[in-house]
C-alpha cells in the first residue's frame, strides 16, 4: 500500500460549524417530529456521529452498508447493499445522511429502493456535493459543502480503508505533489 501526503481544503474547524448549521436546519424543519437518521456506511459515520450530537429533536439512527467504489477513486456505478436496515421505516421521517454525492446514481438507488418502505418523509443530508460528477440528478436537501472534482479523505471517508481517521477533508497528493 502506498501512503499519500494530505492537502487539507477543510478543516475540522469548518466541519463542525458546518455540521452544527444543518443540525440547526433540521431541528426547524422537524420541529416537534421524531427522525430517522439513516446512515450510509462506512463514510458517514464520524458526519452521522457528529450532526446527531448537534440535532435536538428526538433521532433513532439505523445503517445501510453501500459499495460502489470498490476500493477505487471512482465509483463503479453499481451499488451493492453490503447491510440492510434493522428497523422499519414506514410512516416515520428519514434523513439519509451521506457524506458525499457525486454521480448521484448511488443515492438515486437509495431513494427509490427506500421509497418502496413507504417512509412519511425521505429527505438527503450530504457533507460533500461534487455537481461537476453529477450524472444522475437528485434533489439534497442538506448540503455541508460543494467542491470541486477532487478525490477526498477524511473525516470519514478513505481510501482503500485507509485515512478515515483525519479530521479535517483532504486531497491525496503522490511524493512527488500530484494528486491522484
Given at each position: ?7 487539507e ?12 448549521e ?15 437518521l ?52 414506514t ?22 429502493m ?16 461534487k ?50
Amino acid at each position: 500500500m502506498t501512503f499519500f501526503n494530505l492537502k487539507e481544503i477543510l478543516s475540522a474547524k469548518q466541519i463542525s460549524d458546518r455540521v452544527i448549521e444543518l443540525a440547526k436546519k433540521i431541528d426547524e424543519d422537524f420541529a416537534g417530529q421524531h427522525i430517522v437518521l439513516l446512515c450510509i456506511l462506512k463514510g458517514s459515520f464520524v458526519f452521522i456521529a457528529d450532526l446527531a450530537r448537534a440535532i435536538t429533536v428526538p433521532v433513532t439512527i439505523d445503517f445501510l452498508g453501500v459499495q460502489s467504489y470498490n476500493g477505487d477513486t471512482k465509483s463503479s456505478g453499481v451499488v451493492q447493499i453490503t447491510q440492510d436496515l434493522t428497523t422499519s421505516i414506514t410512516d416515520r421521517h428519514v434523513i439519509i445522511v451521506e457524506d458525499i454525492v457525486d454521480t448521484g446514481l448511488t443515492i438515486h438507488y437509495l431513494i427509490n429502493m427506500l421509497l418502496t418502505r413507504n417512509p412519511k418523509t425521505l429527505k438527503i443530508c450530504s457533507l460533500l456535493y461534487k455537481p461537476s460528477k453529477v450524472i444522475k440528478p437528485v434533489d439534497i436537501d442538506y448540503i455541508g459543502f460543494t467542491i470541486n472534482d477532487l478525490f477526498v479523505v477524511g473525516y470519514g471517508l478513505d481510501y482503500k480503508q485507509y485515512y478515515r481517521n483525519f479530521p479535517g477533508i483532504n486531497i491525496l497528493e503522490k511524493e512527488e505533489n500530484d494528486s491522484i
